[in-house]
């Protein structure tokens, strides 16, 4: 059974840097594409950045030169480092991986931007 656990939201004042991780039950590099999605309330939710095993990333343009998605291969943990935090950056962060075609979802972590 693929899990994906998430961890690292919280509370943070605007202009400051969280880092959310997501540990993957296996090998992070059996996911075709992995990623982070978010859904700040009353909304839809919405992808943030994506990763391939090949590498390539992909980003909403809101978050561009302030968020970055990385993986470490040994620890099976992929990453999102958020750099220069909004109050529209709101919202629970879940992180998506698709093997096999079979698309699999952690449970989220809530991160909230406020003074």
């Known amino acids: 059974q693929v899990q994906l656990v998430e961890s690292g939201g919280g509370l943070v004042r605007p202009g400051g840097s969280l880092r959310l991780s997501c540990a993957a039950s296996?090998?992070?590099?059996?996911?075709?594409?992995m990623g982070w999605y978010r859904q700040a309330p009353g909304k839809e939710r919405e992808l943030v950045t994506s990763?391939?095993?090949?590498?390539?990333?992909n980003y909403v343009d809101s978050v561009k030169g302030r968020f970055t998605i990385s993986r470490d291969s040994a620890r099976n943990t992929m990453y999102l480092q958020m750099n220069s935090l909004k109050p529209e950056d709101t919202a629970v962060y879940y992180c998506?991986?698709?093997?096999?075609?079979?698309?699999?979802w952690g449970k989220g972590t809530l991160v909230t931007v406020s003074s």
């Open positions: 998506y991986g698709l093997q096999y075609g079979t698309n699999y």
């Open positions: 990763i391939t095993s090949g590498g390539s990333t």
């Open positions: 296996g090998s992070i590099f059996s996911f075709n594409i």
